[in-house]
């Protein structure tokens, strides 16, 4: 990496080397606390994505026929360089994206844990002996990697999403090409440095970054690409889902959510509005699996509308990077231009604003894309912030009278990332937990994420699952052996 007036020139990662933009241009990325700049980024296009893709079908002989055991060495010893740089990578996650630094650890943890969890778990990637109906044969099923695979990621979750897809795919043997989103692009190519230092192979994990439809087009249109794993928003999933169509592409989609929250009237209200409002305000709003519909049983209602009031105008809001500040910025102004307008919709639709409902306020505000954590009851349900993602630090309140009725608003969307149950009482949390269309149910809880289990979204949320068990099979094909014996000795 050059420095340029102190300002980092960052460079892609292709094929064991770090590169810049054939076209050699570059475009910057921001401190969304204060607008300064943090790096320059190379602005590929299809030329480099070709090359990456070069690089790693050229690669995927040799890795694909390493052991699994093998690979997960390589793999241990990108997790090892990690957790030595872990506090710096962290705290350029903070400087691009603006999540709080304790927010940005927590990603580095989930990035390690990824890597050692499936180094591990593909070394059990058993296939099977299958009984035969017909005596001089045996039929026998492998698991082979699927081939090179084009990762998209977003911007929220920089690092970790790296390794959500990286982790299992490179333990299963596939060879990948990632693509940043343009927001978040140097902490890509910092964890692209982690793969150098820990001299990893060449072209097995290459990272490219620039335009994003050039990059993409390249990992639709190139046979050598057989999967496409892509998060993001429904919208650019959709489009990448029909260019995929082409040449039946295998894909792993993990899209929008629309997160319901139901609380009950039996649950412990304390914890209750501490963990919805640890959820609401995780990285300002923006989490796929946030809490977007606030439903309250109506005997609840006004003090949980006071209690969740009383705790946003608590939240420290500032530069991530500063010691007790618990919500940053949101990653740029448009961001908080279109909060500004699903606020503006509800109000004038009925909503009334209990707490924040503007951008904050003060010099210490003046120079980044700040919103106040805010809380709006009596939201009517025609308001545009219940139908879409708000991805902004709005807690958005509805009322209901019975499990029936919160069950029906829950579903009543077409999203299904993840819900969430808040009541003490057990049969209820079976009954609604198992009638909810999401992927993910957390009862009482708002961690649904682990390296260990399965995550992702039915309906328009997504196909596929990252993590686990579930999130080796992305990567995986099984091959049938079908072996004639002759049966005389
Ligand atoms: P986005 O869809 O705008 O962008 C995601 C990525 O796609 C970025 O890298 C972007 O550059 C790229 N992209 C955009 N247009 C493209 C094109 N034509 N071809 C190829 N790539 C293209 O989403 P975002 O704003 O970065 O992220 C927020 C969204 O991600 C939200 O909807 C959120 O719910 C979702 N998300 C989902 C999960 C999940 O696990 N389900 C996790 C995190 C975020």
Redesign the pocket.
């Given at each position: 990496m050059k420095q340029e007036n102190a300002v980092p020139v960052a460079a892609m990662y292709i094929d064991g080397r770090f590169v810049p933009a054939q076209s050699g241009e570059t475009f910057e990325s921001v401190n969304p606390v204060n607008g300064e700049l943090v790096a320059l980024i190379p602005f590929g296009d299809e030329r480099d994505a070709r090359s990456a893709v070069d690089a790693a079908a050229a690669a995927f002989p040799t890795w694909s026929r390493l052991s699994a055991a093998a690979r997960a060495k390589y793999i241990h010893r990108v997790a090892d360089v990690l957790e030595r740089r872990r506090g710096e990578i962290a705290s350029v996650v903070t400087t691009e994206e603006g999540k709080p630094l304790h927010e940005a650890q927590g990603e580095l943890q989930l990035s390690i844990d990824s890597l050692r969890w499936y180094a591990e778990e593909a070394r059990r990637a058993y296939g099977s002996w299958i009984p035969d109906p017909v005596p001089s044969r045996r039929l026998l099923t492998q698991r082979q990697p699927v081939g090179v695979c084009g990762a998209?990621?977003?911007?929220?979750?920089p690092c970790a999403?790296i390794f959500r897809k990286a982790a299992p795919a490179l333990a299963a043997g596939c060879t990948m090409v990632l693509?940043?989103?343009?927001?978040t692009s140097y902490v890509s190519l910092k964890v692209a440095e982690v793969f150098a230092e820990a001299d990893f192979p060449a072209g097995v994990m290459n990272f490219v970054t620039g335009k994003?439809?050039a990059?993409?087009?390249v990992?639709l249109t190139d046979a050598r690409v057989r999967k496409i794993s892509?998060?993001?928003?429904?919208?650019?999933?959709r489009?990448?889902l029909r260019g995929a169509a082409d040449q039946i592409k295998r894909v792993s989609m993990?899209?929008?959510?629309n997160a319901p929250v139901i609380i009950f009237d039996d649950c412990d209200l304390t914890a209750t509005i501490q963990a919805v409002s640890a959820l609401k305000f995780l990285n300002a709003g923006?989490?796929?699996?946030g809490a977007n519909r606030i439903y309250v049983q109506a005997g609840i209602y006004d003090e949980v509308s006071r209690r969740l009031s009383d705790h946003a105008r608590q939240v420290k809001v500032g530069d991530g990077s500063q010691p007790g500040v618990a919500m940053g910025p949101l990653v740029d102004m448009r961001a908080v231009e279109k909060v500004e307008a699903l606020v503006g919709d509800a109000v004038r639709k009925g909503a009334v604003v209990r707490a924040g409902g503007s951008r904050m306020q003060g010099e210490a505000y003046e120079k980044g894309s700040f919103y106040a954590p805010t809380v709006l009851s009596e939201v009517p349900l025609a308001a545009r912030l219940h139908d879409e993602?708000i991805?902004g630090p709005v807690a958005a309140l509805y009322s209901f009278d019975t499990e029936v009725q919160a069950v029906e608003m829950a579903n009543n969307v077409p999203y299904g990332?993840s819900a969430y149950i808040f009541t003490e009482n057990i049969d209820r949390a079976f009954r609604v937990g198992e009638r909810l269309e999401t992927g993910m149910v957390g009862i009482n809880e708002i961690r649904v994420g682990a390296a260990e289990a399965p995550?992702?979204?039915v309906k328009m949320?997504?196909i596929g699952r990252?993590g686990g068990r579930e999130g080796l099979e992305e990567y995986l094909e099984t091959k049938l052996l079908a072996i004639r014996v002759r049966e005389q000795i």
């Open positions: 998209i990621i977003p911007w929220n979750v999403m693509k940043p989103a343009e927001a994003s439809s990059i993409g087009s990992f892509f998060t993001g928003s429904t919208e650019v999933g489009l990448l993990e899209l929008g959510g923006q989490a796929c699996i993602e991805f990332l995550f992702g979204g949320s997504g990252e």
